[in-house]
């Protein structure tokens, strides 16, 4: 396969790859981003060398020549890009009474290249997002760019002898670099049955874009492509002579600059990638799809932090406050296990062994009527009381003995049951030793209920909490009494936790 076939399926491999290349490939900022484009060029090119009458005016015989392009490109930052940049075109050229010092003959010369090839790797800067922010012409880009490649070119040109005293005034020669001679330099490429000179370039360009959609951007472009020889138009300037071809193939140069050409152009621009949208008047939205690094700023699509003033805080404290929560959750007037807010009798006598519902019940008529049915009953009833001890101490007195007796004998016919006992204290000593003398009474309770007979002593759950749940204000000497205690809880053994939120518990 000829190398001009292999270069043509690469391109046309890579182009049909590119859109779902694109589609996974984006820009790793905090927020996805598309960064490729395709853009299409179409429009006039001038050659600047030795054979040119004018610089932007057309000469004797020559014609208006124009070319495309076609460029990939990727964003790399909002300012920074590459392209790999394709072009096609012809180039054409004429000088009246160009002289050869060689044979100091003048002649009239028209050269023509039907059709050149060149590709390109450039680099982009955006100018104006670099000179003036992200927030002054959103829809404008202005593009600086820079690159090499190679060009493959093919001349042909045609020479009038001017000179009255030559014996050849009038003859036409003909020069074509359709030869070996001509890719000596660099070298050499076979197309259609010609033979295409190499040689390097050096593109340089300005390129300005609007944008039109989220798909779309239309601009212009003008690029100056400096080419590494003097020999495009097939002349080196004064060296040269068209009769004798002296000159002409070799490595002479003179002062003959080397050549060059021009393209200005209208470009079109498809940016690639999925759920594609644009900025509407400067405000960025993430959740609405992906925005363009060619236009967009990556930081535009980071949200403002919120840091609130002190009059913020405490309004939003206020709205989220949560709403009070009734006392009675707290109190227990009567200190019978049941806060107020459940209580249904609020002044039961001290001592008293109460229901659920904080109803005074009779511990003996309870044990009876489970004995007189001679079997556990099914639920569990939940009771609950209070033993108190004096201060400083951790024995039970003797009326809490009866009651503790009552309950091994209850706890004993009602396997489903377990019993909860949450000692306190009242509030002199410090913390820690309230605490300690809190669970002191609370292994006194349990002991004491281990050898009245119970028989499966797991069943007790034991919790102490010192002087951190008080009943009673510690003020008063009725109130310090009330609060050294050992709460009793009868409950249902499908009960998890306690009632209380916190405490030391074991």
């Given at each position: 396969?000829?190398?001009?076939?292999?270069?043509?399926?690469?391109?046309?491999?890579?182009?049909?790859?590119?859109?779902?290349?694109?589609?996974?490939?984006?820009?790793?900022?905090?927020?996805?981003?598309?960064?490729?484009?395709?853009?299409?060029?179409?429009?006039?090119?001038?050659?600047?060398?030795?054979?040119?009458?004018?610089?932007?005016?057309l000469g004797q015989n020559e014609k208006l020549t124009g070319g495309w392009g076609l460029s990939v490109n990727k964003q790399l930052s909002?300012?920074?890009?590459?392209?790999?940049?394709?072009?096609?075109?012809?180039?054409?050229?004429?000088?009246?009474?160009?002289?050869?010092?060689?044979?100091?003959?003048?002649?009239?010369?028209?050269?023509?290249?039907?059709?050149?090839?060149?590709?390109?790797?450039?680099?982009?800067?955006?100018?104006?997002?670099?000179?003036?922010?992200?927030?002054?012409?959103?829809?404008?880009?202005?593009?600086?760019?820079?690159?090499?490649?190679?060009?493959?070119?093919?001349?042909?040109?045609?020479?009038?002898?001017?000179?009255?005293?030559?014996p050849f005034f009038g003859t036409e020669w003909k020069v074509s670099t359709n030869t070996d001679g001509s890719s000596k330099t660099s070298?050499?490429?076979?197309?259609?049955?010609?033979?295409?000179?190499?040689?390097?370039?050096?593109?340089?360009?300005?390129?300005?874009?609007?944008?039109?959609?989220?798909?779309?951007?239309?601009?212009?472009?003008?690029?100056?492509?400096?080419?590494?020889?003097?020999?495009?138009?097939?002349?080196?300037?004064?060296?040269?002579?068209?009769?004798?071809?002296?000159?002409?193939?070799?490595?002479?140069?003179?002062?003959?600059?080397?050549?060059?050409?021009?393209?200005?152009?209208?470009?079109?621009?498809?940016?690639?990638?999925?759920?594609?949208?644009?900025?509407?008047?400067?405000?960025?939205?993430?959740?609405?799809?992906?925005?363009?690094?060619?236009?967009?700023?990556?930081?535009?699509?980071?949200?403002?932090?919120?840091?609130?003033?002190?009059?913020?805080?405490?309004?939003?404290?206020?709205?989220?406050?949560?709403?009070?929560?009734?006392?009675?959750?707290?109190t227990d007037s009567d200190g019978d296990g049941v806060a107020d807010l459940f209580d249904k009798e609020a002044n039961t006598p001290a001592?008293?062994?109460?229901?659920?519902?904080?109803?005074?019940?009779?511990?003996?008529?309870?044990?009876?009527?489970?004995?007189?049915?001679?079997?556990?009953?099914?639920?569990?009833?939940?009771?609950?009381?209070?033993?108190?001890?004096?201060?400083?101490?951790?024995?039970?007195?003797?009326?809490?003995?009866?009651?503790?007796?009552?309950?091994?004998?209850?706890?004993?016919?009602?396997?489903?049951?377990?019993?909860?006992?949450?000692?306190?204290?009242?509030?002199?000593?410090?913390?820690?030793?309230?605490?300690?003398?809190?669970?002191?009474?609370?292994?006194?309770?349990?002991?004491?209920?281990?050898?009245?007979?119970?028989?499966?002593?797991?069943?007790?759950?034991?919790?102490?909490?010192?002087?951190?749940?008080?009943?009673?204000?510690?003020?008063?000497?009725?109130?310090?009494?009330?609060?050294?205690?050992?709460?009793?809880?009868?409950?249902?053994?499908?009960?998890?936790?306690?009632?209380?939120?916190?405490?030391?518990?074991?």
């Amino acid at each position: 396969m000829k190398k001009k076939n292999l270069y043509v399926a690469f391109i046309c491999l890579f182009l049909l790859s590119l859109d779902t290349f694109a589609q996974n490939r984006t820009y790793e900022g905090p927020n996805k981003m598309n960064t490729w484009s395709i853009t299409g060029y179409g429009g006039i090119t001038k050659f600047f060398g030795d054979i040119k009458e004018y610089d932007f005016k057309l000469g004797q015989n020559e014609k208006l020549t124009g070319g495309w392009g076609l460029s990939v490109n990727k964003q790399l930052s909002p300012i920074f890009g590459i392209q790999l940049t394709g072009f096609n075109g012809q180039l054409q050229g004429s000088k009246q009474g160009h002289y050869s010092s060689l044979s100091g003959n003048t002649y009239d010369v028209f050269f023509n290249s039907p059709s050149f090839v060149q590709v390109t790797l450039d680099g982009t800067m955006n100018l104006n997002r670099l000179l003036f922010g992200y927030k002054k012409l959103r829809r404008w880009k202005v593009d600086a760019h820079l690159g090499g490649g190679i060009i493959y070119y093919h001349t042909d040109l045609t020479a009038t002898n001017t000179n009255p005293e030559s014996p050849f005034f009038g003859t036409e020669w003909k020069v074509s670099t359709n030869t070996d001679g001509s890719s000596k330099t660099s070298g050499e490429w076979e197309r259609n049955g010609s033979t295409y000179t190499r040689e390097w370039v050096v593109p340089a360009g300005l390129a300005v874009h609007y944008e039109l959609t989220p798909r779309f951007d239309l601009g212009l472009d003008f690029t100056y492509n400096y080419v590494n020889t003097e020999k495009m138009d097939a002349t080196v300037g004064g060296l040269s002579d068209y009769q004798s071809q002296q000159g002409i193939w070799t490595f002479a140069k003179g002062e003959s600059k080397n050549d060059g050409w021009g393209m200005a152009s209208i470009a079109l621009t498809y940016k690639l990638g999925k759920n594609a949208v644009r900025a509407k008047k400067g405000v960025y939205d993430a959740g609405s799809g992906r925005y363009h690094l060619r236009w967009a700023n990556p930081q535009s699509l980071i949200p403002v932090p919120y840091n609130p003033t002190m009059d913020d805080a405490d309004s939003i404290a206020k709205a989220n406050m949560p709403k009070p929560v009734d006392p009675r959750l707290y109190t227990d007037s009567d200190g019978d296990g049941v806060a107020d807010l459940f209580d249904k009798e609020a002044n039961t006598p001290a001592g008293s062994v109460v229901s659920g519902g904080g109803v005074a019940m009779d511990l003996d008529k309870i044990i009876r009527d489970a004995i007189k049915n001679n079997l556990p009953k099914d639920e569990c009833e939940a009771l609950f009381s209070n033993i108190e001890f004096d201060t400083d101490k951790a024995i039970i007195r003797n009326p809490s003995k009866e009651t503790l007796s009552k309950v091994v004998e209850l706890l004993n016919m009602r396997t489903n049951c377990r019993i909860v006992l949450v000692g306190h204290t009242d509030a002199r000593a410090s913390d820690s030793y309230n605490v300690a003398l809190s669970r002191r009474r609370v292994d006194a309770a349990k002991r004491f209920l281990v050898r009245a007979g119970l028989t499966d002593p797991s069943r007790i759950i034991a919790e102490y909490y010192g002087e951190y749940r008080p009943i009673a204000e510690n003020t008063t000497v009725e109130g310090l009494q009330s609060n050294r205690r050992v709460e009793i809880k009868i409950l249902p053994n499908n009960t998890i936790r306690s009632t209380y939120p916190a405490g030391f518990r074991r």
